[in-house]
């Protein structure tokens, strides 16, 4: 079994940044695909970074060049760097993992086996 917590979701302004956490116990997951999911009110669920079992990451093109995720495999940890934040990034975000060795980018959420509960990230006008 794997158990993912996230942390770091935060009050912040526009413009500002937040490094969230994601700590998995329980199996180690260096060899898995991680990926990072954001749902905001009234709104479905949406893909917004990974990294895969081969070290490449891939971003949702409403997150390049602003989110950036990293994985410190002795620590079992995946981090994701958001800079210069907006109000339409409000939203829970989770993290999750895949167990499958998959050779894709990874960017549907049905293909993730373990989900954390989200941490609340509220950027301000």
């Known amino acids: 079994q794997v158990q993912l917590v996230e942390s770091g979701g935060e009050l912040v302004q526009a413009g500002g940044s937040l490094r969230l956490s994601c700590a998995a116990s329980?199996?180690?997951?260096?060899?898995?695909?991680m990926g990072w999911f954001r749902q905001a009110p009234g709104k479905e669920r949406e893909f917004v970074a990974a990294i895969s079992w081969s070290g490449s990451t891939y971003y949702a093109d409403s997150v390049k060049g602003r989110f950036f995720m990293s994985r410190d495999t002795a620590k079992n940890t995946v981090y994701l760097q958001m800079t210069s934040l907006k109000p339409e990034d409000t939203a829970v975000y989770y993290c999750?993992?895949?167990?499958?060795?998959?050779?894709?980018?990874?960017?549907?959420?049905?293909?993730?086996?373990?989900w954390g509960r989200g941490t609340q990230v509220t950027v301000s006008s």
């Open positions: 329980g199996r180690t997951f260096s060899s898995y695909t």
């Open positions: 999750a993992v895949d167990s499958a060795r998959r050779t894709r980018p990874v960017v549907d959420g049905r293909d993730y086996d373990y």
